[in-house]
């Protein structure tokens, strides 16, 4: 039991999928510009990249590793997160319009976002079995969630702030997410 509690803090502290390995990096400046969007994209990352690593695991140990096509992992795994992002986006287009309106563009890029893929494939490289596999997503997911909730709620603070012309829109977002990114460094102190 520790141990998967060790996985869930590495992952979404010391290991922040954003603020520390730079992967989904496109949703996370795109969609933190509303709290409720953020909120909203960090719940479908959960599911999606948690539900990922689960059958990713199983993909993995029980058709490609025994029919020794080990290599074919990468493209496996894009095509179940595609499969996943694809119902996510009918769920959330019938059941709340509103998030998925809010949600446009960066909906459909879960399936190319390089954290979804990028926690599977550490997951196999790593060696985790099936539960660490699906803790390792869920504390990555959580950890992504947290990143871009806290980006927006600095941006919506940012919006009410005098800023020097130069430093309005993307260059003071890019400066916010880096010092978000080195105050994060500070948990890699914790040895996990």
Request: glycine letters at 8%; a positive charge.
């Amino acid at each position: 039991m520790k141990s998967l509690i060790l996985i869930i803090v590495a992952t979404a502290f010391v290991h922040n999928v954003v603020l520390n390995q730079f992967l989904g990096i496109c949703s996370f400046l795109g969609v933190s510009k509303q709290m409720k969007a953020s909120a909203s994209l960090g719940g479908a990352v959960i599911f999606v990249m948690t539900i990922a690593s689960a059958i990713a695991s199983l993909l993995y140990d029980f058709v490609l590793v025994p029919l020794k096509i080990e290599f074919m992992k990468t493209i496996v795994f894009i095509l179940v997160i595609a499969a996943l992002v694809q119902i996510v986006e009918m769920f959330l287009k019938k059941k709340s319009p509103s998030v998925y309106k809010a949600l446009g563009i960066y909906l459909p890029l879960i399936t190319t976002n390089c954290a979804v893929l990028g926690v599977a494939l550490t997951n196999v490289q790593d060696g985790y079995n099936f539960i660490e596999c699906v803790i390792s997503g869920f504390g990555t997911a959580v950890g992504f969630t947290i990143a871009i909730v806290l980006l927006a709620g600095v941006r919506s603070r940012i919006k009410e702030e005098d800023l020097p012309a130069p430093l309005r829109g993307a260059p003071i977002v890019l400066i916010s997410a880096a010092l978000m990114s080195i105050a994060f460094m500070g948990f890699a102190g914790l040895g996990i």
